[in-house]
């Protein structure tokens, strides 16, 4: 089993739809839970991040965890076509020498 | 503009060559790290290296080498290349040694092609 799994997609939705982007981990040792967005021929770059379990919101995104059953989710309200990107999650712990381990990512297409 | 730099951008090449990557991190920043991103593998963590010396090894093939130099860039070495090498290089940057894991700044990538 990965430690970071994702569904790569395709995930195709129309202009102003509500996205949901997920993400299951194995590690319970996760403490912090990262999103990063790589758009075509870019390098991936820090979307929002949440401590712990519960939301976080960002302006039309929401991040959510749930570590009781290791899953984590990224909402996005009234998607834009600028939103066409590929979503990474990323958990990880403090301390250490912990490396981030990257989901596959999921590549998300908002058509106007 | 994330501040770390990576050259080349592209870079074609073939089989059995050798090629090196560079990276200059954020300034200030202490910790590079390589990642290696292909369609089918996502992004695999390769190497670390804090303050010039190598903190972690993950997935790196004994061809390829890395290091920090003094002035805190990093070079990826990547030798007897074959065409399983074709891939995007990315180095990132990060402030201290997992101060928030996960939060790291990543260059455009080096685009690698081996013919």
């Known amino acids: 089993q990965k430690e970071v799994e994702q569904d790569p997609g395709p995930l195709s939705v129309p202009e102003g739809a509500i996205v949901s982007l997920n993400c299951t981990y194995s590690?319970?040792?996760?403490?912090?839970f990262m999103w990063y967005r790589q758009y075509s021929r870019k390098g991936p770059e820090l979307l929002m991040y949440?401590?712990?379990?519960g939301n976080k919101e960002d302006g039309r995104f929401t991040a959510q965890v749930d570590k009781s059953s290791k899953y984590i989710s990224l909402f996005i309200r009234d998607s834009q076509p600028s939103d066409s990107a590929t979503y990474l999650c990323a958990p990880g712990r403090s301390g250490g020498s912990y490396i981030p381990t990257f989901g596959r990512g999921t590549s998300l297409i908002v058509h106007p | 503009d994330s501040g770390v730099t990576q050259t080349p951008k592209h870079l074609i090449t073939a089989t059995g060559q050798r090629v090196t990557l560079r990276c200059s991190p954020r300034?200030?920043?202490?910790?590079v790290y390589w990642y290696q991103q292909s369609l089918d593998q996502g992004l695999q963590f390769l190497i670390q290296y804090y303050n010039g010396e190598e903190r972690a090894k993950g997935n790196i093939l004994e061809r390829f080498s890395a290091q920090q130099f003094p002035d805190l860039h990093s070079e990826l070495n990547l030798s007897s290349l074959e065409l399983g090498d074709s891939a995007l290089y990315f180095c990132a940057s990060s402030g201290r040694v997992a101060v928030k894991a996960g939060e790291l700044f990543f260059g455009e990538g080096s685009r690698l092609t081996v013919l």
């Open positions: 949440t401590y712990s379990s």
């Open positions: 300034s200030g920043d202490l910790s």
């Open positions: 590690n319970s040792a996760f403490q912090y």
